[in-house]
Antibody, heavy 116, light 113 residues
Framework: EVQLVESGGGLVQPGRSLKLSCVASGFTFSNYGMNWIRQAPGKGLEWVAY????????YYAETVKGRFTISRDNAKNTLYLQMTSLRSEDTALYYC?????????WGQGVMVTVSS | DVVMTQTPVSLSVSLGGQVSISCRSS???????????LSWYLQKPGQSPQLLIYKVSNRFSGISDRFSGSGSGTDFTLKISRVEPDDLGVYYC??????????FGSGTKLEIK
């Protein structure tokens, strides 16, 4: 069974940093591209970042480019999102999602709240 | 960026009925390789989104044949037949042809009468 489990969220002040993790199991993690997708409270889905299976290709949404860094450790089956210079508009539930046939598996999400 | 426009914003259906949700893209979603990377997702209340349909009309593993996708180019439709209580939630279309960024529609909320 494919499982994606996010962690690392919480309440953080504007301008500070936070690092999210997503541990994968039930599939060969190193064979798949991975994504972070977020959902602000009561809003729709916003894709944040993508990393290819071997980390050769990395893409970001313009709203986070230069502030967020996606990375992965295939030996640990773990996806990361380093978030810096956080803003109130980054407040959202952050999902990791596998790139397969579309975004075919999603984690349960981790909440990030940016507030003073 | 490819803008995805979903209609309607919300709809209400009786159990056993049928509904259609429209999704239009601002640019063709036909990839250079001939595939069209248009997917449909359902987010049930309090849950993570789940993939229903990929590449326009392919049902994902375990998805009921009550769900069907169709369309081409820039116009796509999700049909749900014999609506059941478990179908309620917000439906999103999403494109993976022209990226970055991957983009989603704004969602269609399905309510059961």
């Amino acid at each position: 069974e494919v499982q994606l489990v996010e962690s690392g969220g919480g309440l953080v002040q504007p301008g500070r940093s936070l690092k999210l993790s997503c541990v994968a199991s039930g599939f060969t993690f190193s064979n798949y591209g991975m994504n972070w997708i977020r959902q602000a409270p009561g809003k729709g889905l916003e894709w944040v970042a993508y990393i290819s299976s071997g980390s050769s290709y990395i893409y970001y949404a313009e709203t986070v480019k230069g502030r967020f860094t996606i990375s992965r450790d295939n030996a640990k089956n773990t996806l990361y999102l380093q978030m810096t210079s956080l803003r109130s508009e980054d407040t959202a539930l952050y999902y990791c999602a596998r790139s397969g046939r579309g975004f075919d598996y999603w984690g349960q999400g981790v909440m990030v709240t940016v507030s003073s | 960026d490819v803008v995805m426009t979903q209609t309607p914003v919300s709809l209400s259906v009786s159990l056993g009925g049928q509904v259609s949700i429209s999704c239009r893209s601002s640019q063709s979603l036909v990839h250079n390789n001939g595939n069209t990377y248009l997917s449909w997702y359902l987010q049930k209340p309090g849950q993570s989104p789940q993939l229903l349909i990929y590449k326009v009309s392919n049902r994902f593993s375990g998805i009921s044949d009550r769900f069907s996708g169709s369309g081409s180019g820039t116009d796509f439709t999700l049909k749900i037949s014999r609506v059941e209580p478990d179908d309620l939630g917000v439906y999103y279309c999403g494109q993976g042809t022209q990226y970055p960024p991957f983009t989603f529609g704004s969602g269609t909320k399905l309510e059961i009468k």
